[in-house]
């Protein structure tokens, strides 16, 4: 069974840090892996979908990296700003999507 | 706009009368499904679409049915709410299974 974790569960970090943001799976054999962005009392945004045959994709300040030997999966946020405060979640998808718990970042002024 | 649409965004409800939460998409995507979000439990799908009147359970389909009649929309319906369905839900589509979902606003729903 498949199972997705996200550590750490909270993030904070001073405004213009870069983080990474770590994700796990326990069955490599998964079709893509999906990042997304929620906000309190709002719906999932997608961020970065990567496909199983690619390695990385970027978007603007992220970066999401992708090993599927290793089972994992990084998010990386360049220069962090008090607007990237939000849970960020994977979801690994093969057949539908299975999400990790989340990680929570704050990003302080 | 490309986008998901649920609708009630906030339901409060009495046990037991049957209610729908709709979803409408204008991506022309084949694949839909439905989630529920609870705390601690995370994201966990309710039931999926493959494409018009093709529908299939997911991990948690007790107590909900939908259906599939135009390729744009996929209703829920708890026929018979309980408490235990007191939870945040999302409609999702993609183009089709396996590539990117797109997610609507939800729906907080709460049954008393």
């Known amino acids: 069974k498949q199972e997705v974790t996200q550590i750490p569960a909270a993030l904070s970090v001073p405004e213009g840090e870069n983080l990474v943001l770590n994700c796990s799976f326990t069955?490599?054999?998964?079709?893509?892996l999906q990042w997304f962005r929620q906000d309190p009392g709002k719906g999932l945004t997608s961020l970065l979908l990567?496909?199983?045959?690619?390695r990385e994709q970027t978007s603007g300040r992220l970066n999401a990296s992708l090993d599927k030997s290793s089972g994992r999966s990084t998010l990386y946020i360049a220069a962090s700003q008090p607007g990237d405060s939000a849970t960020y979640l994977c979801?690994?998808?093969?057949?539908?999507?299975?999400f990790g718990q989340g990680t929570t970042l704050q990003v302080k002024p | 706009e490309a986008q998901v649409t649920q609708n009630p965004r906030y339901l409060i409800t009495v046990t037991g009368k049957k209610l729908t939460v709709t979803c409408s998409q204008n991506m022309n995507h084949e694949y839909m499904s439905w989630y529920r979000q609870d705390p601690g439990l995370g994201l966990r799908q309710i039931y999926y679409?493959?494409?018009?009147?093709?529908?299939d359970k997911g991990d948690v389909p007790e107590g909900y049915k939908v259906s599939r009649k135009e390729k744009r929309n996929f209703p829920l319906i708890l026929e018979s709410p309980s408490p235990n369905q007191t939870s945040l839900y999302f409609c999702?589509?993609?183009?089709?299974?396996?590539?990117?979902?797109?997610f609507g606003q939800g729906t907080r729903l709460t049954v008393v």
């Open positions: 990567i496909q199983s045959s690619q």
């Open positions: 679409s493959m494409n018009v009147e093709v529908t």
């Open positions: 979801a690994v998808v093969r057949g539908k999507l299975i």
């Open positions: 999702a589509s993609s183009t089709i299974a396996d590539t990117e979902a797109f």
């Open positions: 069955d490599s054999a998964i079709y893509n």
